[in-house]
């Protein structure tokens, strides 16, 4: 089996009880390991990420110790980076073991093809999003960002993914069709130039499976923070779930 998840946001201010919702991750990875053959953490599994050249965020020990041990047991791990954990350098690769994918990746699974994205900056209409989002990629940026003081560094970074959640959560969980979830439009159009079965994405926060013309699929997986879905594919046919 082939297990995807997004959107945990470990860490995040908005979440009561981070031990309990870290916990519940790591549950999840010990209960899919059975009969996992590759893991995709598609994105904003973590609410701020930002490794400096010996410093890594405090927190995640069990989360990032059960991924090592899942690696190094054997079972290919894939990282995408999403909008909130950008800036990863290597410690997750060197230490932890896991694949990471800093771009949009179109990979062979099973018998069917799929394009598989975080999804933000995909199909951006929000100008000023489309402006954080080239600072927050810059290579000068993230240079420069080293040289804050740490502990300000982190602060900033936590407080500013409350606010930009805050600011969105209205939007989130919520499908208002076809026309009006971008993440579908570009899946559209992306299927007018390109072959592939299924189009998997993270970012929005609601679950969606959608069949469009010619058998093609675009999911939305959902997210780990609030509706605890993940996708499952058997190497033929692929799924939502939910966790209780």
Known sequence: MIYFVSDAHLGSLLVKDNRAHEKKLVDWLEKVRVDATAIYLMGDIFDFWFEYKTVVPKGFVRFLGKLAELTDAGIEIHFF????????????????????????????????????????????????????????HSETAQKLFRYFPIQLGQEFGYNWSKNNRIKNLPK??????????????????????????????????????????????????????????????DGENFRLEYVD
Do not use: C, M
């Not at 993270?202 to 499976?209: P, S, T, Y």
């Open 81 to 136: 980076i999403g909008n909130h954990d950008i800036w990863t350098f290597g410690y997750l690769e060197k230490e932890v073991g896991l694949i990471v994918h800093k771009e949009p990746e179109v990979v062979q699974l099973g018998s069917k093809t799929f394009y598989l994205a975080h999804g933000d900056g995909l199909y951006a209409v929000d100008n000023g999003f489309k402006f954080i989002r080239k600072i927050f």
């Open 172 to 233: 989130e969980n919520k499908f208002e069709g076809e026309d009006k979830e971008y993440l579908v439009v570009y899946a559209k159009k992306y299927l007018e130039n390109h072959d592939v079965d299924f189009l998997v994405f993270g970012h929005r926060h609601i679950a969606l499976d959608l069949q469009l013309k010619n058998q093609k699929r675009v999911v939305i997986l959902g997210d780990f923070v609030s509706v605890f879905s993940y996708g499952v594919f």
